[in-house]
């Protein structure tokens, strides 16, 4: 463990519990353990309507006709609605509004919504639904993200053409550089699912003033009421959104799924109305990580200092735009990866097809690069017969050094030293036991040792922190301080997401450091307080951390007033006011006797800018984050089966706010990662999913997911909340090069595209 | 949907008779899911946990007969002595959970071509004791799997128990997934020497649209395996056993795999079991 701070925190008084730094037990935790914690899919009301979706079965067709008076003629259905029935806006988006609430004449992607429904039970309004007779005439998808891009002759499959965005990077020379060593090659991501475990659902129940009230499983509830009040043709404050119990979210959230639909069902059939997708559903019921096609042409000296870097970068983003244009932002410029290259040529381009919506999810365009110029860094290493580690440590970023943007890194990025901890971790011992569980194949008993050889590899991410290129992103928090039953209470309000990552844990903390209250009760999240942006990003311990932080110091500073004191000299510690020159002023409860002290802040990060469109020069980015893995496997190499056999993680995260949470969010970040390089992949053939579900879409299990060890450095960033550093996704960039090195390692196979399957490694 | 709960096997036959659409159902963990995923439900289902018969194993003159309620997890704490095959495919069927639920009989019930218990009962010859009102007969395990999802039993018939013969030499199974645990196969082979006989069983699953044996491999590893000797297997053999193996299977490419790797896997995997089977026999190293 090093501790190392460069920022100078103002002196905090530690001595209330639970505060800044500890681990505090998680308020969800014991009932989410014993599966008393009520997710989305527990709401219930008694006389709540069960609302159903139902969904193209084709990836593109005409829609000639659609037919609901069998679906009406079956007794207990009280709604079918179709597109003509949504009053508002007929599409919405998170960036641009190109996806309708109901497919309107045609359907884009398997699965896209046609027509909801609702009814008195979950049985009666699947049989319903049955009953729709929808007429298709089918039409030829386009599934190829490269012909979408870059065939002009490929008619457009929606109104805004088939190119979402492309975003050029140009820094130095790259047209006229050279370089003595050189390498090419192309690279596949596949389609990874976010794979949360509870699956979308919602209650809309309609309100006495004409609008709704939504419980609701997202990452950002302002974002969703500002789309669902569009569709729904209400004013926003008739719409009103509360956090219902969130299992899980990476990303998959972040669009709408059935908000509007129970909604509409709600105010057409003036009931509740419950929604739940099943988990086939689910798979076409949000969006999935893009794939990408990448061709990376990287340029070395001899003595290992790179020379260039050129780059295309294509990423499916499916039939509807989602945040595609951002995730393309990130590829962009971040796709040189945590290095100083002097010359950059980079070409991103987000596409529109007819394969299943991609958008947000952990990584976020930052993902996909990774694996291609960590993939390249390893080739050229080979090439230049350099040590992987050392190579990269010579051409590694540091404080001061410039992105191809142009943007300076302007706090600690200490890459190099990172690497050098990750190298220098022990290596575990050599395998003593024929413990199947301890083999590639583990239980299923596929060896005894035979053919396995042992690979190490190593990977390093770079991820933005916070909303980029010029978004105003920011974080609204209430936070009240009164006295129940003669003790000071704090109370926090804000409206971000608790998705399972610890953010209400969180929240206690920063209110009992500032405050030195013991007690806080963090309210529901909700759209009667201001938004709180999006958990997503790794942003919300920065934004609404921060947005909190600052509550609380105008919460202090009332205090102070009340107090007749100036604030900088005011600490609250132990229920008393105290005064750093003059000791104890006053008693905090005789301060609150009078009333309660309620302060609201609104926090916002420093502002970036657009990339410009011709050069992608620009500010774009708040925050960056890196983290180094080092893997270790051992491969089947006659079977082509993997046991990933420890990782290590080196990690930056500023300032260790509660470890127990933060090493959390590490190792799940790298066990997805470990997904990605080895089994998760949403299998598309002609524009159709063909493993939509748990027995066919696998996620790491226990026995697939090996320790870790863990170096956590918090070299402090003077812009940031507490000097800390967004940590949720940058473990899952470098966790899948890491690995993807290891397994090249162990059979000398290039292995260019992820998951690896295991005919990839026997080469059937 | 019917639910038909018997306390008795004669009940349960009896509610078999009746309702010869009826799903027999024990730990539930295929039928439910399929269940979930949209399937339609069977006119009735006819739940066999309540009948106490059926719970239990017993050894009799060196068969054990595995009654249809015995789940996994007993197999695995109980039988892997008598069973070793059995008791390895157990091992790597679902999780903890399911295996504490699902059951061999369900497995045959179900009769898919990725059931992880049907090689091990191909291995060992198998018997599968079926009953109706109309009395019990016993299928030989051969003649069981018909096609994909396919079995021989009646529509009135249950599955009583399946006979397995206590193991007469070394046995050994092993299942390739795309995750070390909780994975469908994408092949299973089953390995079981029977040094009295001289003879060598096999089975092989997710191979094929039933599972089945590779009966020339089984012949040449019979004929060509030092039995007298004791001496160690030649390299060759394993191999060939291995390809013949392979050359029973007719594979194809599905979301698990593709038709090549499962052949290829198969042979690796057979060579493997038979080298493991024979070190065993001969006091080797496994």
């Given at each position: 463990m090093v501790s190392?701070?460069?920022?100078?925190?103002k002196?905090?008084?530690y001595?209330?519990?639970g505060g800044v730094g500890e681990?505090p037990?998680?308020?969800?935790?014991?009932l989410?353990?014993?599966g008393?914690?009520a997710?989305a899919?527990?709401?219930?009301?008694d006389?709540a309507?069960?609302g159903v979706t139902l969904r193209?079965p084709h990836?593109?067709?005409r829609?000639?006709?659609?037919?609901?008076s069998?679906?009406?003629?079956?007794?207990?259905v009280?709604?079918?609605?179709?597109?003509a029935?949504?009053?508002?806006?007929?599409?919405?988006?998170?960036?641009?509004?190109d996806q309708?609430v109901?497919a309107?004449?045609?359907?884009?992607?398997e699965g896209?919504p046609?027509a909801?429904?609702?009814?008195?039970d979950?049985h009666?309004?699947r049989?319903?639904?049955g009953?729709i007779v929808?007429?298709?005439?089918?039409?030829?998808?386009l599934t190829d993200?490269?012909?979408?891009?870059?065939?002009?002759?490929?008619?457009?499959i929606h109104?805004?053409g088939?190119?979402?965005?492309?975003?050029?990077?140009?820094?130095g020379?790259?047209?006229?550089?050279?370089?003595e060593v050189?390498v090419t090659a192309?690279?596949?991501?596949?389609?990874?699912d976010?794979?949360?475990l509870?699956p979308?659902?919602?209650?809309?129940?309609p309100?006495?003033?004409?609008g709704?009230?939504?419980?609701?499983?997202?990452?950002?509830?302002?974002?969703?009421?500002s789309q669902?009040?569009?569709?729904?043709?209400l004013p926003e404050?008739?719409?009103?959104?509360?956090?219902?119990g969130v299992g899980?979210a990476?990303g998959a959230?972040?669009d709408?799924s059935?908000?509007?639909?129970a909604c509409l069902?709600?105010?057409h059939?003036?009931r509740p109305?419950r929604m739940?997708?099943?988990r086939e559903?689910?798979?076409?019921?949000?969006?999935?990580?893009?794939?990408?096609?990448?061709r990376?042409?990287?340029g070395?000296?001899?003595d290992?200092?790179l020379?260039?870097?050129?780059?295309?970068?294509?990423l499916?983003?499916?039939?509807?735009?989602?945040?595609t244009k951002?995730v393309?932002?990130?590829?962009?410029?971040?796709?040189?990866?945590?290095?100083?290259v002097?010359?950059v040529?980079?070409d991103a381009?987000g596409?529109?097809t007819n394969n299943p919506p991609c958008?947000a999810m952990?990584?976020?365009?930052?993902?996909?690069?990774?694996?291609g110029?960590?993939?390249q860094?390893?080739a050229l290493?080979e090439k230049?017969?350099?040590d992987?580690?050392?190579?990269r440590?010579?051409n590694?970023?540091?404080q001061?050094?410039?992105l191809?943007?142009g943007?300076v890194i302007?706090?600690?990025?200490p890459?190099?030293?990172?690497l050098r901890?990750?190298a220098a971790?022990?290596?575990?011992a050599?395998r003593?036991?024929?413990e199947?569980?301890e083999?590639?194949g583990?239980y299923?008993?596929?060896?005894?040792g035979?053919?396995?050889?042992?690979?190490?590899g190593f990977?390093?991410?770079?991820k933005?922190?916070?909303?980029s290129e010029g978004f105003d992103?920011?974080s609204?928090a209430?936070v009240r301080?009164?006295?129940?039953a003669g003790?000071?209470v704090?109370?926090?309000?804000?409206?971000a997401?608790?998705v399972g990552?610890?953010?209400?844990?969180?929240?206690?903390?920063i209110?009992?450091t500032e405050?030195?209250?013991e007690a806080v009760?963090i309210?529901?999240?909700?759209?009667?307080v201001?938004?709180?942006?999006s958990t997503?990003a790794s942003?919300?311990s920065y934004?609404s951390?921060g947005?909190?932080?600052?509550?609380c110091?105008?919460?202090?500073a009332?205090v102070?007033?009340l107090?007749g004191r100036?604030?900088?000299d005011?600490q609250?510690?132990?229920?008393?006011?105290?005064s750093?020159t003059?000791?104890?002023?006053?008693?905090l409860?005789?301060?609150?006797a009078d009333?309660?002290v309620?302060?609201?802040?609104v926090?916002?990060h420093r502002?970036?800018?657009?990339?410009?469109?011709?050069t992608?020069?620009g500010?774009?980015?708040?925050q960056?984050a890196?983290?180094?893995?080092?893997a270790?496997?051992?491969?089947?190499v006659?079977?082509?089966?993997v046991?990933v056999?420890?990782l290590a993680?080196v990690q930056?995260v500023g300032r260790?706010?509660?470890?127990?949470?933060?090493?959390g969010q590490?190792h799940?970040?790298?066990?997805q990662?470990l997904?990605?390089?080895?089994?998760e992949?949403i299998?598309v053939t002609?524009g159709r999913?063909?493993n939509?579900?748990f027995?066919?879409y696998l996620?790491?299990t226990?026995?697939?997911?090996?320790p870790m060890?863990?170096?956590?450095?918090?070299y402090?960033?003077p812009?940031?909340p507490?000097g800390?550093?967004?940590?949720?996704?940058p473990?899952t960039?470098s966790s899948t090069?890491a690995?993807?090195a290891?397994?090249?390692a162990?059979t000398g196979?290039?292995?260019?595209?992820?998951p690896i399957r295991?005919?990839?490694?026997?080469q059937? | 949907m019917?639910?038909l709960?018997?306390?008795t096997w004669?009940?349960a036959?009896?509610?078999?008779?009746?309702h010869?659409d009826?799903?027999?159902?024990?730990?539930?963990?295929?039928?439910?899911v399929?269940?979930?995923?949209?399937?339609p439900?069977?006119?009735?289902?006819?739940d066999?946990?309540?009948v106490?018969?059926?719970?239990?194993w017993?050894?009799d003159d060196?068969t054990?007969?595995i009654?249809?309620?015995v789940?996994y997890?007993q197999?695995?704490?109980e039988?892997a002595r008598?069973?070793?095959?059995?008791?390895?495919a157990s091992r790597t069927?679902?999780?903890p959970?399911?295996?504490?639920r699902?059951t061999v009989?369900?497995?045959?019930g179900?009769?898919?071509?990725a059931g992880?218990?049907?090689?091990?009962?191909?291995?060992?010859g198998a018997?599968?004791?079926a009953?109706?009102?109309?009395?019990?007969?016993?299928?030989?395990?051969d003649?069981f799997f018909?096609?994909v999802k396919?079995n021989?039993?009646?529509?009135?018939?249950?599955i009583?128990?399946v006979r397995?013969?206590?193991?007469a030499?070394?046995?050994?199974?092993?299942?390739i997934?795309t995750r070390?645990?909780?994975?469908?196969?994408v092949?299973?082979?089953?390995?079981?020497?029977d040094?009295?006989?001289r003879s060598v069983g096999?089975?092989?699953?997710?191979?094929a649209?039933?599972p089945?044996?590779?009966v020339?491999?089984?012949?040449l590893a019979?004929a060509?395996?030092?039995?007298?000797s004791?001496g160690?297997?030649a390299?060759?053999l394993?191999r060939d056993?291995g390809?013949?193996?392979a050359a029973a299977?007719s594979?194809i490419?599905?979301?698990?795999?593709?038709?090549?790797?499962r052949?290829?896997?198969?042979a690796?995997?057979?060579r493997r079991a038979?080298?493991w089977?024979?070190?065993e026999m001969?006091?080797?190293?496994?």
């Amino acid at each position: 463990m090093v501790s190392r701070s460069t920022h100078d925190h103002k002196p905090l008084i530690y001595e209330v519990r639970g505060g800044v730094g500890e681990s505090p037990v998680r308020p969800d935790g014991t009932l989410k353990v014993k599966g008393e914690f009520a997710y989305a899919s527990d709401l219930w009301l008694d006389d709540a309507l069960f609302g159903v979706t139902l969904r193209s079965p084709h990836p593109r067709a005409r829609i000639t006709g659609i037919d609901i008076s069998g679906a009406l003629e079956i007794p207990g259905v009280y709604a079918v609605l179709t597109h003509a029935d949504v009053p508002g806006t007929k599409h919405y988006g998170l960036d641009h509004s190109d996806q309708p609430v109901l497919a309107i004449d045609e359907v884009r992607y398997e699965g896209e919504p046609v027509a909801v429904l609702a009814a008195t039970d979950p049985h009666t309004a699947r049989r319903a639904v049955g009953r729709i007779v929808v007429s298709y005439e089918e039409l030829e998808p386009l599934t190829d993200a490269r012909q979408a891009v870059f065939d002009s002759s490929v008619p457009p499959i929606h109104p805004d053409g088939n190119v979402v965005r492309n975003q050029p990077i140009r820094h130095g020379d790259p047209d006229t550089a050279t370089a003595e060593v050189v390498v090419t090659a192309e690279y596949e991501v596949g389609m990874q699912d976010q794979a949360f475990l509870g699956p979308e659902s919602g209650l809309a129940v309609p309100a006495a003033d004409g609008g709704v009230d939504l419980y609701i499983a997202t990452q950002w509830l302002h974002v969703d009421r500002s789309q669902i009040a569009a569709c729904l043709g209400l004013p926003e404050e008739k719409v009103r959104l509360t956090l219902a119990g969130v299992g899980g979210a990476f990303g998959a959230r972040e669009d709408l799924s059935m908000q509007v639909h129970a909604c509409l069902l709600a105010l057409h059939t003036g009931r509740p109305v419950r929604m739940m997708y099943g988990r086939e559903e689910s798979f076409f019921g949000h969006v999935h990580r893009h794939p990408a096609w990448m061709r990376y042409e990287h340029g070395a000296t001899r003595d290992g200092k790179l020379v260039y870097v050129k780059a295309t970068i294509v990423l499916d983003g499916g039939a509807y735009a989602s945040t595609t244009k951002a995730v393309v932002g990130n590829a962009a410029s971040l796709g040189a990866g945590p290095y100083e290259v002097p010359h950059v040529s980079i070409d991103a381009y987000g596409a529109r097809t007819n394969n299943p919506p991609c958008g947000a999810m952990r990584g976020f365009g930052a993902v996909q690069a990774c694996f291609g110029y960590e993939s390249q860094m390893d080739a050229l290493a080979e090439k230049l017969g350099l040590d992987p580690v050392e190579f990269r440590a010579r051409n590694a970023v540091s404080q001061g050094s410039y992105l191809p943007t142009g943007q300076v890194i302007d706090s600690p990025a200490p890459l190099a030293e990172m690497l050098r901890k990750a190298a220098a971790t022990p290596m575990p011992a050599a395998r003593s036991t024929m413990e199947l569980g301890e083999l590639p194949g583990g239980y299923g008993n596929t060896t005894h040792g035979e053919g396995v050889r042992r690979g190490v590899g190593f990977g390093v991410g770079i991820k933005n922190i916070c909303f980029s290129e010029g978004f105003d992103d920011y974080s609204t928090a209430t936070v009240r301080l009164e006295l129940v039953a003669g003790e000071p209470v704090a109370t926090v309000h804000t409206a971000a997401a608790e998705v399972g990552q610890g953010l209400v844990t969180l929240q206690g903390q920063i209110v009992r450091t500032e405050l030195g209250v013991e007690a806080v009760t963090i309210r529901p999240a909700d759209t009667s307080v201001g938004s709180a942006g999006s958990t997503s990003a790794s942003r919300q311990s920065y934004m609404s951390g921060g947005a909190v932080k600052a509550a609380c110091e105008a919460v202090r500073a009332q205090v102070a007033t009340l107090v007749g004191r100036a604030e900088p000299d005011i600490q609250l510690t132990g229920g008393k006011v105290v005064s750093a020159t003059t000791g104890v002023v006053a008693d905090l409860a005789d301060v609150l006797a009078d009333g309660a002290v309620e302060e609201t802040a609104v926090f916002r990060h420093r502002p970036t800018v657009p990339l410009d469109p011709f050069t992608g020069q620009g500010d774009s980015h708040v925050q960056l984050a890196l983290c180094v893995h080092r893997a270790i496997v051992d491969v089947d190499v006659e079977l082509g089966l993997v046991k990933v056999v420890e990782l290590a993680a080196v990690q930056d995260v500023g300032r260790i706010m509660n470890r127990e949470s933060l090493e959390g969010q590490i190792h799940g970040g790298t066990a997805q990662g470990l997904g990605l390089a080895l089994m998760e992949e949403i299998q598309v053939t002609d524009g159709r999913i063909r493993n939509p579900s748990f027995t066919d879409y696998l996620i790491p299990t226990i026995l697939d997911m090996p320790p870790m060890r863990l170096e956590i450095l918090e070299y402090a960033d003077p812009h940031a909340p507490y000097g800390l550093r967004g940590a949720g996704e940058p473990p899952t960039l470098s966790s899948t090069p890491a690995i993807v090195a290891a397994v090249r390692a162990a059979t000398g196979l290039p292995l260019r595209r992820i998951p690896i399957r295991p005919e990839h490694i026997t080469q059937q | 949907m019917d639910f038909l709960r018997p306390t008795t096997w004669a009940d349960a036959l009896s509610a078999k008779a009746e309702h010869p659409d009826a799903m027999p159902i024990a730990g539930g963990t295929d039928l439910m899911v399929g269940l979930n995923f949209g399937q339609p439900p069977p006119p009735a289902l006819l739940d066999l946990t309540a009948v106490g018969e059926l719970a239990g194993w017993d050894r009799d003159d060196g068969t054990i007969r595995i009654g249809a309620g015995v789940t996994y997890s007993q197999i695995i704490a109980e039988l892997a002595r008598e069973c070793p095959a059995l008791a390895v495919a157990s091992r790597t069927v679902g999780s903890p959970q399911i295996r504490n639920r699902a059951t061999v009989a369900g497995n045959l019930g179900t009769a898919s071509p990725a059931g992880d218990a049907h090689p091990p009962l191909l291995a060992t010859g198998a018997l599968v004791e079926a009953s109706s009102v109309r009395g019990t007969r016993v299928i030989d395990i051969d003649d069981f799997f018909l096609g994909v999802k396919r079995n021989a039993l009646a529509p009135d018939e249950l599955i009583r128990a399946v006979r397995v013969p206590v193991a007469a030499g070394p046995q050994q199974f092993a299942k390739i997934g795309t995750r070390n645990a909780m994975v469908i196969a994408v092949c299973t082979v089953a390995v079981a020497l029977d040094p009295v006989r001289r003879s060598v069983g096999t089975g092989i699953g997710s191979a094929a649209p039933t599972p089945r044996r590779a009966v020339e491999a089984e012949a040449l590893a019979a004929a060509n395996l030092p039995w007298s000797s004791g001496g160690a297997l030649a390299e060759d053999l394993a191999r060939d056993f291995g390809n013949r193996v392979a050359a029973a299977a007719s594979p194809i490419d599905d979301v698990r795999g593709t038709a090549a790797y499962r052949r290829h896997s198969l042979a690796v995997l057979a060579r493997r079991a038979l080298q493991w089977t024979w070190a065993e026999m001969t006091g080797g190293p496994r």
